[in-house]
């Protein structure tokens, strides 16, 4: 098998709730098969494993020398499935039991974007993984779950919720409990009494998920139990045996979950059912024309002489994306974009400018009217519903009347003055004054916002397209506004215990976060809909307009708990301590460090006013502070970082939206000017610019219809509050 690689990874800081596990690898393995991928596949370690070990297939050998396994290599079980999928295999916890503090990835999307990885996405677990698990069940790639022997009591109801969840276009969740302890058990039992008739139970390993009358497909059943009497805890991973039995099931999950959503598929003309005959040579007269298989398909223009296009058509059973060696498809696909205005070299090689082109055609043909049954998403990749309107597009001439596609490479971020669509929308941006950028995607090096302090490149690489600069964003927000659901600036008018207050989705599922593709993070279930209307409109206008900031929004932050936001806050203030040091103008407490004995209390709930003097004036008598720098370092920390118990973002109804958008700097030495396209990741010396961006001017212009609204347009655009609460069941008061 192709070797896979190992991409390595910088943890963030180590802090009390948050401890890159020790002897772990800092790094995350990939491994892509030869073939057309349809999704990734996670393994998660578990405890006394690393990468490292885990890969090997002898896990505990670094650590118990006693309990050492000779297993069969992960790699090797990863290829004997068979199954095309990106495999990843990422740090997890080694040492922490049931703590939770060593769960190095946190959010699936940047695991995923770490290791170029795309949904839809199978998570294995092993042991203790299934406490890093628990932190992706709120995203939408996540369709099937495979515990092996990794179900413990204190997060099942998290998981049982996650099983019941069903959104709407998302295929139904399912998932394998393996290992024969009481406890799985109690949960399989719950689980089968609820799914009676989608469960299916197998009595040794490997599974043989052989059919029977009233269970047809025992690869698709909601809740796959496997009792092993006896079982070895190490060998159910280690044997080569169980782990490609159930990518037979991963590998289901992951093709439902590729098909297209089932409204869609209504709307868009029913492809008949195809039919696959052997083609001799027909009446050409050349009797020595090679038969070939030939499949009956719904295409019409010239795309149908396409074997593999012609497939697509019909069966879904393969999507053209980056990378991906059909050079025919890819060719054929070229021209057709090509005759619908792009300006393609018709290589056959899907790269970047192709990928750029197939958007630029989805998001059109969106546009169109003859789109309107059938929505496709704007990936850049060519599935069957792209194919389909490909064709249609093409025996359309009065497609494209709307104007040609933009060229497609330019290798920097460029002026251009080709003017914004017009077509009516409802929350509309005039763009008379705005300037006009286009963005290609050579120019990527320029693309990632760079961490000040390590110099590496922060988060992911801004999209290409198009991006609208303004000149004058109105300051919107209103600080003292009673409506805020939290915040330290409010206490001066309301007393603090007023303000609704949220504790976390814990195990209710219908209070995961606004997801659907963009991102997912805990919200009060009352803010879905309204965060929906509003972002749903903003990316409509960012469509109309063509502007990437609009389209691209990202929902980054949500609900925090008083116990996040108190570690954040006790790193702002070290990290003002630290940055005095070096200032030009230095307070004096520089020479300090934050006492030991403080940092229980600075993590803690500081909102009310005696809990903030009380910490204070501990913070003065301590050896070489006073009341004045304890004060001085307060409010500088605070500026940036709400203490805990003070931040509007634990009321749930409050949320961070991020979005790419067009940075200027200026050299002050040489006066020369570099323009780059960046996302803002809601750093606030960003906010200045951000501000002038489609998304930013948006936000400014319109959030306040949708009743949210930031407190400061010129400190945080990207901070909604919603501010409608009241006589809502988050009304504390109602
Ligand atoms: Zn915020």
Redesign the pocket.
């Known amino acids: 098998m192709s070797e896979g690689r190992f991409i390595p990874i910088e943890p963030p800081p180590n802090t009390k709730d948050r401890v890159f596990p020790k002897d772990g690898s800092k790094e995350i393995w990939v491994w892509q098969p030869e073939g057309d991928l349809i999704g990734t596949v996670v393994f998660v370690h578990g405890l006394w494993d690393n990468v490292r070990t885990c890969l090997r297939g002898k896990p505990y050998a670094k650590f118990k020398a006693s309990m050492q396994t000779d297993g069969v290599p992960l790699p090797q079980q990863f290829e004997k499935s068979g199954l095309k999928a990106t495999f990843v295999v990422p740090e997890a916890e080694v040492n922490s039991d049931t703590t939770g503090v060593e769960v190095v990835w946190r959010d699936l999307r940047q695991l995923l974007q770490a290791a170029e990885a795309t949904g839809p996405v199978v998570a294995l677990s092993h042991s203790a993984g299934y406490r890093t698990v628990a932190w992706w069940l709120h995203d939408p790639d996540l369709v099937h779950v495979s515990l092996i022997d990794s179900m413990y009591a204190d997060l099942s109801e998290q998981y049982l919720a996650w099983i019941d969840r069903r959104d709407v276009g998302h295929p139904p969740h399912t998932i394998d409990l393996i290992g024969a302890g009481n406890l799985p058990h109690s949960y399989f039992k719950r689980m089968s009494g609820k799914y009676r008739g989608e469960t299916w139970t197998e009595k040794a390993v490997p599974p043989r998920f052989v059919p029977t009358a009233s269970v047809p497909d025992p690869l698709q059943a909601k809740v796959l139990w496997v009792d092993v009497p006896g079982y070895n805890h190490m060998k159910l991973v280690g044997g080569n045996e169980l782990i490609p039995a159930l990518l037979r099931r991963a590998e289901v999950a992951l093709r439902t979950a590729g098909r297209p959503p089932q409204g869609a598929a209504q709307q868009a003309p029913a492809p008949r059912k195809p039919t696959v005959f052997e083609a001799t040579s027909g009446d050409d007269g050349k009797d020595d024309a090679p038969a070939h298989h030939v499949v009956d398909n719904p295409l019409k223009s010239k795309l149908k002489d396409v074997p593999d296009l012609a497939r697509m058509a019909a069966l879904h059973d393969l999507v053209l994306r980056k990378g991906i060696a059909r050079e025919e498809a890819v060719k054929a696909v070229q021209g057709a974009l090509n005759q619908l205005g792009a300006k393609l070299k018709g290589t056959g090689v899907y790269d970047a400018d192709t990928e750029r082109a197939a958007r630029d055609f989805q998001q059109r043909w969106n546009r169109q009217p003859a789109g309107q049954g059938r929505h496709l998403s704007p990936d850049g990749r060519i599935g069957q519903q792209t194919v389909l309107a490909l064709d249609q597009a093409l025996l359309d001439p009065s497609f494209g009347a709307a104007g040609r596609l933009p060229a497609a490479a330019a290798p920097s971020v460029e002026q251009i003055n080709k003017p914004a669509p017009a077509e009516p929308g409802q929350y509309r941006l005039a763009t008379d004054s705005a300037k006009r950028f286009s963005y290609a995607e050579g120019a990527a090096e320029l693309s990632a916002p760079i961490n000040s302090k390590t110099k590496k490149r922060a988060g992911p690489p801004a999209p290409p397209g198009n991006y609208h600069r303004f000149e004058d964003p109105p300051q919107v927000g209103e600080p003292h506004d009673p409506r805020r659901p939290n915040g330290t600036e409010t206490e001066l008018i309301l007393d603090g215990t007023e303000w609704p207050s949220y504790s976390g989705p814990g195990g209710d599922p219908e209070v995961a976060g606004y997801g659907k593709g963009h991102s997912s993070v805990p919200v009060h279930p009352l803010l879905v809909e309204p965060l929906k209307a509003m972002l749903a409109a903003l990316i409509e206008e960012g469509e109309r307009l063509d502007d990437e900031s609009m389209k691209r929004v990202l929902v980054r932050?949500g609900w925090r708990s008083v116990k996040e936001d108190g570690v954040l806050f006790l790193s702002q203030l070290r990290s003002r301590i630290e940055e005095d040091r070096t200032s030009k103008k230095p307070v004096g407490y520089g020479k300090l460090s934050f006492p030991k004995d403080l940092e229980e209390a600075a993590r803690g709930n500081l909102r009310s006013d005696k809990a903030r003097d009380d910490f204070l004036r501990d913070l003065a008598k301590h050896e070489g502070w006073n009341a004045e720098l304890a004060n001085s370092l307060w409010e500088h920390a605070r500026s940036t970082k709400a203490p805990g118990g003070a931040s509007p973002?634990e009321s749930g109804l409050?949320v961070?939206i991020d979005f790419p958008y067009v940075n200027i700097d200026v050299d002050e030495n040489t006066h020369e000017t570099t323009t780059t396209v960046q996302w803002h990741n809601?750093s606030r010396h960003n906010n200045k610019q951000a501000r002038f961006s489609g998304a930013g001017m948006w936000l400014a212009t319109h959030a306040a219809k949708f009743g949210f609204s930031s407190y400061n347009a010129s400190i945080?655009i990207w901070?909604q509050e919603w501010l409608n609460w009241k006589g809502t069941a988050a009304d504390p008061h109602r």
Do not use: A, G, M, P
């Open positions: 932050s973002h409050v961070d809601i945080e901070h």
